[in-house]
Structures are given as structure tokens and as C-alpha cells.
């Protein structure tokens, strides 16, 4: 049984070097667990499973011996985006994105505990269909940013009530983001029927990884009211990696004729830019109206003010090209309840609304979003040592207008219809 679970554990980790996207408020990620997903992310307060090390990490002080968990959240997000007549609308690709996680909690003493987590904190997944024909390809046609952060932590009693814990958090990261150039622009060449006949593809891949430090606090004065805080700091991950550049044949008959151009699309080149991931801070507070039903209440503040500009620079005539972001600091908002109806089954639900940090008038086709709202729901199963957590979590997202940045290759435009379906499985075993 022992090397069966392990094998689940090494699988579940492979797949988080894989990386994780998603739909989210910004490009912030809070998928750490099932049933984490189907309280609405309220386990800061309660914190009192594996899955607590990503959530809360002094709350494993709450967890004997050793446990362990892993799992996975399924992300199917969609969006459209109407240009009003400016070209053909960007409709989303019906991709499933994968979030794994996977925890492990070990008591030291009577008063201390290590914990360790690998589980995804940021993530993005921007795909357009037929982008050789949408009207916003100059300034997007994919975007996706991939995660993982490995989180060790030690945990402490100061007395039976209060807890503390401190962690490093290490951040690896793959960026990925595809446009198109329009060589033709001005209008001054020869029209053609295939709209991107003078476009030039541009394809950034870049990787990095930077550390990071997080805090946590839990206390629990009654056995039917605790509370739970915690704090992940900024980091500034410096990605470096390749763009390529492909040529349509319009495109590559200009080039071939143009030393300047040669020197910026000839050939791909080293590209380098810096992604922050924002600081994060988090309060719950959890009670127990009765035995057998807990509620919990958080907020989450996120520093997205610190992602005001994106800048890369490329190795060749292109030099360096920034983006104006001037995102705004915003909170999320969640409520959970659980109920144990047997003994072994807990039915759970939530409720979140999540701000959006976005500038409207730097707003872009990379991170269409808005302010948005999700219900979730899920049961949480015992088997002796074994835990098995299932979660379902809808999302909706408000519409969301756009102004035109010409110069950025943004449109007059709507961002509608963005929803998602979040399905989460999580395995775990106390030993």
C-alpha cells in the first residue's frame, strides 16, 4: 500500500514539473486542493490537512504523525472577445488546463512539524482559434504562463492554542506568449485577399526561477472558533529564453528586401523580461454553529500594483519593448461550509468573488478578465487512513469593454461570455 501511495505521490509531482494555467482574477491561481475548491479556498482558518501547507501551513501543528496528498484540478475557462466589426472576434480554444498539487506533513516533536508542498500560486492560459484571422493577433494570440512553487515549511506550537510557521518558496516558471506583426500597417503595399499575407508570427518561450518567503499564523482558542493568517511575499522572476519569428510570404518578400527588417525578423533571437509575482496576504476566521457544521469567512489582498509595466528585451534591432500594465491592488472574498453527515462523508460548499486588478485603460487581449464569481461545491470520503476529495466549481465572469490602443494592436472590443468549469480530485493518506 506503501509504495502504491508513493507512486501516486511521484506521479502527482511530475505532472506539477509539468507546469499549471488557468482562468483567474489576474494570473493569481487558488486551486491547492479539493476540497480547498470546494469550500471556496476557506482552509486558512481551518488549515487542518495536508493540503494546509499551501493554505496555511501553521495549521499542520492540527495533523499527527506523517500525512501525505495529491491531486489534481481539471480547468476547462472560455471567453470571447468582439471586435465590433474590426476583424473577426477571438473565440477561445476548448482546452483543459491541469493543476496538480501535492503535500507532505511530517511532526517532529510534541511542538514542531515540517511541512513541504509543490502546487502552482500563479498560472495563465490565453489560446485564440483561427489566429491568422482575428482581429487582434498584433497584440495577442496565445499567452501562457506555467508554475510551480516548491514550499518547504517548519511549524511550531507556542501553546496549545497558537501556532506559527515560516517556509521558502522556491518559484520556477515558463513564459510563452505569441502575436502577430503587420508589415503592411500603413497600407502603402500591394492589397492582398489573405488578411495575413504581411504578417510576421512571433513566438516568445522563456523560463526562470526565483525564491521567495512565506509566514503563517494559526490560533484556536475554542474547538468551535479558530483563525488563520497568512502572508507570501513578492518575488520578481527574471524569465530568459528564444523568439522566433515566422515570415507569411508577403512578409518574407518585404524582409528579404530590407536590411532594417532583416536585422529585427531575419533570424530568432535571446529574449529576457522579469514577471512579478505579487505579495499576498490572507485572513479567515472559522466557527462552528453546531457540532458537525463549520463555517468559514476570508480576504484575500493581493499587491497586483506591483505588475505596472512588462519589459523584454530582445538581442537584436528590436532592443527593448515595453507594455504599460498600472494594475491595481484587490482583494478576494470567500465563504465556505462543511458538514459531516456520516462519519465518513462531508458535504461541502462556496462562494467567491474575486476583483479584478486589471487597468481598464491598459486592458489587452492577454488576460481577458474582469471582476468575477464562483459557486463550488464538492464531499470529502474516509476510508481508515485514506481520504478521497472531489470538488465542482462554476465560473462566471463580468463582460468587460475595451478600448482601442492602435499602437498596441488592441481594438474597440468586448471581452463576454468568459465562464469556466473547475472539476478537483485529491488523494490522501495518514500514516
Known amino acids: 500500500m506503501r509504495k502504491l501511495l508513493f507512486g501516486l505521490c511521484a506521479g502527482f509531482v511530475t505532472l506539477l514539473l509539468c507546469g499549471a494555467q488557468a482562468f483567474a482574477a489576474g494570473y493569481g491561481i487558488y486551486e491547492w486542493s479539493a476540497r480547498g475548491n470546494a469550500l471556496g479556498g476557506t482552509l486558512i482558518a481551518r488549515a487542518d490537512d495536508p493540503s494546509a501547507v499551501a493554505y496555511n501551513p501553521a495549521g499542520i501543528t492540527q495533523l499527527p504523525g506523517v500525512n501525505v496528498m495529491g491531486g489534481v484540478t481539471a480547468i476547462a475557462p472560455n471567453a470571447t472577445v468582439r471586435t465590433n466589426g474590426r476583424g473577426e472576434d477571438g473565440k477561445g ?15 517532529l516533536s510534541d511542538s514542531a512539524w515540517f511541512g513541504f508542498g509543490a502546487f502552482s500560486r500563479v498560472g495563465l492560459g490565453t489560446e485564440y482559434i483561427d489566429d491568422e484571422k482575428w ?13 510551480v512553487s516548491f514550499n518547504p515549511n517548519l511549524a511550531f506550537k507556542v501553546t496549545d492554542a497558537l501556532s506559527v510557521a515560516a517556509g521558502v518558496e522556491i518559484i520556477t516558471m515558463e513564459f510563452a506568449y505569441d502575436k502577430a506583426a503587420n508589415l503592411n500597417a500603413s497600407g502603402s503595399l500591394p492589397p492582398s485577399s489573405d488578411p ?5 508570427k512571433t513566438k516568445t518561450r522563456a523560463t526562470g526561477w526565483a525564491p521567495g518567503w512565506n509566514l503563517g499564523l494559526h490560533y484556536k482558542p475554542l474547538d468551535w472558533l479558530a483563525f488563520g493568517a497568512t502572508y507570501r511575499s513578492q518575488i520578481d522572476l527574471t524569465v530568459e529564453g528564444k523568439t522566433h519569428f515566422s515570415a507569411n510570404p508577403g512578409a ?3 524582409i528579404g528586401g530590407s536590411a532594417p527588417l ?5 533570424h530568432r533571437t535571446n529574449t529576457k523580461g522579469t514577471e512579478p509575482i505579487p505579495a499576498a496576504t490572507t485572513f479567515g476566521v472559522m466557527v462552528k454553529p453546531i457540532d458537525r457544521l463549520s463555517i468559514e469567512v476570508d480576504a484575500v489582498h493581493t499587491d497586483w500594483s506591483s505588475y505596472s509595466h ?7 534591432a528590436l532592443g527593448e519593448r515595453t507594455s504599460e500594465k498600472n494594475w491595481s491592488d484587490a482583494w478576494r472574498y470567500q465563504v465556505g461550509a462543511e458538514y459531516r453527515l456520516l462519519d465518513w462523508l462531508d458535504l461541502r460548499a462556496g462562494y467567491i468573488f474575486d476583483e479584478s486588478p486589471i487597468n481598464p485603460d491598459y486592458a489587452d487581449y492577454a488576460v481577458p478578465a474582469n471582476d468575477r464569481q464562483m459557486l463550488t461545491t464538492g464531499v470529502g470520503m474516509r476510508f481508515d487512513e485514506w481520504t478521497v476529495d472531489l470538488s465542482y466549481g462554476y465560473l462566471w465572469m463580468k463582460n468587460r469593454d475595451i478600448k482601442a490602443r492602435p499602437a498596441e494592436g488592441v481594438l474597440d472590443s468586448t471581452i463576454e461570455g468568459g465562464h469556466s468549469h473547475l472539476i478537483g480530485l485529491s488523494v490522501g493518506y495518514s500514516f
Open 135 to 147: 482581429g487582434g493577433r498584433y497584440n495577442c494570440t496565445y499567452a501562457g504562463l506555467k508554475s
Open 196 to 200: 495575413a499575407f504581411y504578417d510576421v
Open 262 to 266: 532583416q536585422s529585427m525578423f531575419g
Open 310 to 316: 512588462l519589459t523584454f528585451e530582445y538581442d537584436n
Open 93 to 107: 480554444a476548448n482546452s483543459i488546463w491541469g493543476i496538480p498539487h501535492a503535500y507532505y506533513t511530517h511532526q
Open 252 to 254: 518574407a518578400a518585404v
